[in-house]
């Protein structure tokens, strides 16, 4: 059965403190690893996709590295409109299995 | 960009009445469309998967009968949480896909609350 676990569960950060959040998975057959924005009562937003080790994706002050068994997303010099929970998938065949995310908070 | 159109955002029934979500995908057409259900601080949990013009197929230990899912076009899912009970006030969020090589994009889901 495909796992995907995230740590840490809550993360506090002060404004402009870069940190990386980690999302380690078991899957047969990864198709690709995704990385979703969710801000409370909304629903995910999309943020990048990793194919293959080694790939990395960025946009603005996120960065998404992949490897053989773990993702991370670097969060550098966080604003507090980066304040959300952070959710990475795994999509083995068709659907994806997410994992309970890391809730991120940025102080001003 | 894909975006999936979800309505309603907040619903308020009275315990034992029907509920329909609906999942509109706005400017792609969704072969395939996805019904998660999200407790409070905890991940999504796929219910149902389903193609245009086919059966839903449900993941196990969802109950077909009480959400029933249709996928009668290529742009619109509907999820039907029947005779509702507390135990089904959850965040209800829908994703559609136009094929793999497409992505997943997510609706804004909806809080379902029964009293």
């Known amino acids: 059965e495909d796992q995907v676990t995230q740590s840490p569960e809550a993360l506090r950060l002060q404004e402009g403190e870069s940190s990386s959040l980690n999302c380690s998975y078991t899957?047969?057959?990864?198709?690709?690893l995704f990385w979703y924005r969710q801000d409370p009562g909304k629903g995910p937003e999309f943020l990048f996709t990793l194919y293959s080790a080694g790939e990395e994706k960025e946009k603005e002050r996120l960065k998404a590295t992949l490897t053989k068994k773990e993702s991370f997303l670097h969060i550098t010099a966080p604003k507090p409109e980066d304040s959300a929970t952070y959710l990475c998938a795994v999509q083995a065949y068709y659907k994806l299995s997410f994992g309970a995310g890391t809730t991120v908070t940025v102080r001003a | 960009g894909a975006v999936v159109s979800q309505h309603p955002s907040r619903v308020i029934c009275k315990s034992g009445t029907s509920v329909k979500i609906e999942c509109r995908s706005l400017d792609f057409q969704a072969t395939t469309m996805f019904w998660y259900r999200q407790f409070p601080k905890q991940s999504l949990m796929l219910m149902a998967t389903?193609?245009?013009?086919?059966?839903?197929?449900?993941e196990q230990g969802v109950e077909k009968d009480k959400f029933l899912i249709n996928h009668a076009s290529l742009t619109l899912s509907t999820l039907t949480v029947t005779s509702a009970h507390p135990e089904d006030s959850s965040f209800y969020i829908c994703?559609?896909?136009?094929?793999?090589?497409?992505?997943?994009?997510f609706g804004s889901g909806t809080r379902l609350t029964v009293v």
């Open positions: 389903s193609n245009e013009g086919s059966k839903a197929t449900y």
């Open positions: 899957v047969s057959g990864l198709r690709g």
């Open positions: 994703s559609a896909s136009a094929g793999d090589d497409y992505g997943y994009t």
